[in-house]
Nanobody
Framework: QVQLVESGGGLVQAGGSLRLSCAAS????????ISWYRQAPGKQRELVAT???????NYEDSVKGRFTISRDNAKNTVYLEMNSLKPEDTAVYYC???????????WGQGTQVTVSS
């Protein structure tokens, strides 16, 4: 069983920065694609950023140039560095792990990010 624990959320003013972390248990981290999703009140969950096992990163258009996803396989941890935050970035951010060879996936419990104007 894989467990994902997010941390790093909080309240920040517009223009500020936060770094989210997602720590994973288990040995399948290195062969998994890790993604960050977010869900704002009244909206559907949306994909924010993804990083493959090989380190290839992709971003949703609204966060390109502001957010950076990275991974540390030695620590089984993925990070989401968020800069130039906007009120519209306010949401619960979720970490998702998908094993690349069988597509099985796991979710973290989420961490709240609130950006005040």
């Amino acid at each position: 069983q894989v467990q994902l624990v997010e941390s790093g959320g909080g309240l920040v003013q517009a223009g500020g920065s936060l770094r989210l972390s997602c720590a994973a248990s288990g040995s399948i981290f290195r062969i998994s694609t890790i993604s960050w999703y977010r869900q704002a009140p009244g909206k559907q969950r949306e994909l924010v950023a993804t990083i493959s096992s090989g380190g290839r990163a992709n971003y949703e258009d609204s966060v390109k140039g502001r957010f950076t996803i990275s991974r540390d396989n030695a620590k089984n941890t993925v990070y989401l560095e968020m800069n130039s935050l906007k009120p519209e970035d306010t949401a619960v951010y979720y970490c998702n792990l998908k094993i690349e060879y069988n597509r099985r996936e796991y979710w973290g419990q989420g961490t709240q990010v609130t950006v005040s104007s």
